[in-house]
């Protein structure tokens, strides 16, 4: 079992930055996926970002695809989202996700049955 910690998450003004850290211990997948999902109040979850095992792929939703990036530290377990120029809308909570690599495709990277594991999530508020 994997499990995720995630932080940085907290309270930022409109058109700020955040990192967030999500870090696995545990069992991890020999060849893993590592994913961010967030949940805005009274919507669904959805897809932000992932990026493949060796760092190499990385994926985003067209909602922040201008204003985020992914990166991993793999001797450190630890995968990261830079968010910037961040918007009321993005207030949620965000959650680190992940899944063996093996059973992904490009279409269905945002797929959120194919991730295993899922941290506790961590909030971020956009506000002035």
């Keep these: 079992q994997v499990q995720l910690v995630e932080s ?11 990192r967030l850290s999500c870090t696995a211990s545990g069992r991890t997948f020999s060849v893993s996926i590592m994913g961010w999902f967030r ?3 009274g919507k669904e979850r959805e897809f932000v970002a992932a990026i493949t095992d060796n760092g190499g792929t990385t ?13 991993k530290e793999n001797d ?5 989202l830079q968010m910037n120029m961040l918007k009321p809308d993005d207030t949620a909570v965000y ?4 899944g063996n690599q093996n059973l992904f495709t490009k279409g269905t ?3 959120e049955s ?14 002035s």
């Excluded at 940085?8 to 955040?18: N, Y």
């Excluded at 985003?60 to 992914?70: F, L, N, V």
């Design 39 to 41: 949940q805005a109040p």
């Design 8 to 18: 940085g998450g907290g309270l930022v003004q409109p058109g700020g930055s955040l």
């Design 95 to 98: 959650y680190c996700a992940t």
């Design 114 to 127: 194919l991730y295993a594991s899922w941290g506790q999530g961590t909030q971020v508020t956009v506000s």
């Design 76 to 80: 450190k377990n630890t995968v990261y």
């Design 59 to 71: 994926f985003h939703a067209d909602a922040m695809k201008s204003r985020s990036t992914i990166a």
């Design 109 to 111: 990277i945002g797929t």
